[in-house]
């Protein structure tokens, strides 16, 4: 059985900072593409960062460049995004997402974590 934990989130002030982590379990972690993702009530799911399974960072959104980090650790199964200087704007719950690397189609969500960031 698949699973995929968020943990980290919380309340943080603007400026702040939180990492979050995505521990997965029940998969082959190292060939699996990893992605965070974000929502806000009445919006879609919003693409975050995105890390191969190799390591390689190949995408950020264009309102968190420079901000956020993503990066994965093969070795304890588990996928983190780094997050400074935080605004209210992003302010969402945000989401883990495995993607096997060979066949896309194949993917797991996490139950999300909520980070609000206050003014």
């Known amino acids: 059985q698949v699973q995929l934990v968020e943990s980290g989130g919380g309340l943080v002030q603007a400026g702040g900072s939180l990492r979050l982590s995505c521990a997965a379990s029940?998969?082959?972690?190292?060939?699996?593409?990893m992605a965070w993702f974000r929502q806000t009530p009445g919006n879609e799911r919003e693409a975050v960062a995105t890390v191969t399974w190799t390591g390689d960072i190949i995408y950020y959104g264009d309102s968190v460049k420079g901000r956020f980090t993503i990066s994965r650790d093969n070795t304890k199964n588990t996928v983190y995004l780094q997050m400074n200087s935080l605004k209210p704007e992003d302010t969402a719950v945000y989401y883990c997402?495995?993607?096997?690397?060979?066949?896309?189609?194949?993917?797991?969500w996490g139950q999300g974590t909520q980070v609000t960031v206050s003014s």
């Open positions: 997402k495995a993607s096997l690397a060979r066949n896309v189609r194949v993917a797991y």
């Open positions: 029940g998969l082959t972690f190292s060939t699996y593409t």
